[in-house]
């Protein structure tokens, strides 16, 4: 054997044709002891919480007492507002002894005046949103976190609108939607309780369809009273969304291509919020309680927003350091 075709097999041998130790979006296994995420490595130990991650705007572990404002912890020091609370605060926490167990028709408000840290928007903009859950109903479309108006009932169907209550879609983790979109036809199929991540590029709905199109959807069936990290990154080339620290991989619906913009909502646009999103069929928002069904209904355990998309390495380093301990 020459001394070139050895020098070719050992370097096969070291390092087997279509592995790469920096894999990341794409490749993440069920399992998180899959390779490159074994919680040995060096990377897991210095992750414990959602702080020691780069790029941290926001994090909220929910340990406030009921009736209180939420205060976060990261580069902004943001409070979020009950509304329709008191919300109670019960002993099943993820970052602590507590979380916070909302009610359908509650939710938290954080005015879009004081999130500018979250108003995320343009093009080449990435983003991290995760969440750790436990939904305690059947709802459909539970809105988790994010900045989403949907706006007025007469701009429903419309891509864009002028004037009071124009949709100002920009961001957000959804759960539990009953329809998933194909990035390639842009076809709905059904859909259950899975893990979901919107961006919009026009604020209203997608052209020639009746809603927003543009999100990424699980393939994991989220049970009834069980805590899940759920999160969902952009990296300005496509939407993944991740269910306990691994890639949910799920034919055409996740990852979903999409290549921005975000949109940009202005000064009138949405406000931050968890739990309820401004809707078409709730006209006194933020007054009153939704006319709808829809919203979330459970235990939140905690909330994180990055300006970065979040490797996969680091995704499930957060969940190994958080819910892979309980």
């Known amino acids: 054997m020459s001394t070139i075709t050895s020098l ?9 044709i279509g592995f790469n130790d920096d894999r990341t ?9 899959a390779r490159g995420n074994n919680p040995e490595n060096s990377e897991f130990k210095k992750i414990k919480s959602p702080v020691d991650i780069p790029n941290l705007l926001t994090f909220w572990d929910f340990q406030e007492k009921s009736g209180s404002t939420k205060k976060s912890k990261g580069k902004y020091k943001y409070e979020l507002e009950e509304m329709n609370g008191p919300i109670r605060r019960v002993e099943d926490g993820v970052f602590g002894k507590y979380s916070a167990d909302l009610e359908w028709g509650q939710w938290l408000r954080l005015k879009r005046a004081d999130a500018q840290g979250l108003n995320i ?7 991290t ?9 059947d709802r459909p479309w539970q809105y988790i976190a994010g900045m989403w108006n949907e706006g007025d009932m007469k701009f429903l169907g419309k891509a864009e609108g002028i004037g009071d209550r124009y949709p100002a879609r920009q961001y957000a983790l959804f759960m539990s939607g009953l329809s998933q979109t194909d990035y390639r036809t842009y076809k709905r199929s059904p859909a259950k309780h899975q893990a979901m991540g919107y961006l919009s590029p026009y604020g209203g ?30 990296d300005t080339k496509r939407i993944s969304v991740y269910v306990n620290g691994a890639l949910d991989t799920n034919a055409n619906f996740n990852p979903f291509h999409y290549e921005g913009p975000i949109f940009d909502g202005g000064p009138n646009g949405a406000d931050f919020t968890v739990a309820q999103r401004d809707h078409p069929m709730w006209p006194t928002y933020p007054e009153g309680k939704p006319t709808y069904e ?16 979040l490797t996969a390495k680091e ?3 957060l969940y190994q350091a958080t819910l892979g301990k309980k």
């Open 129 to 137: 949103i995760v969440s750790w859950i436990q939904r305690q109903s």
């Open 121 to 127: 928007h343009g093009s080449k903009k990435q983003i």
């Open 205 to 234: 709905a997608t052209p020639n369809h009746p809603f927003a199109f543009d999100y990424a959807t699980g393939k994991t069936f989220l049970e009834k009273d069980t805590w899940y990290m759920i999160a969902y990154t952009y």
């Open 8 to 16: 070719v097999l050992s370097v096969l041998l070291l390092n087997p």
């Open 315 to 317: 995704i499930a380093a």
């Open 25 to 33: 979006e794409g490749s993440a296994k069920s399992t998180n002891t």
């Open 294 to 309: 829809e919203g979330f209904d459970g235990k939140l355990g905690g909330l994180a927003v990055y300006d970065r998309a």
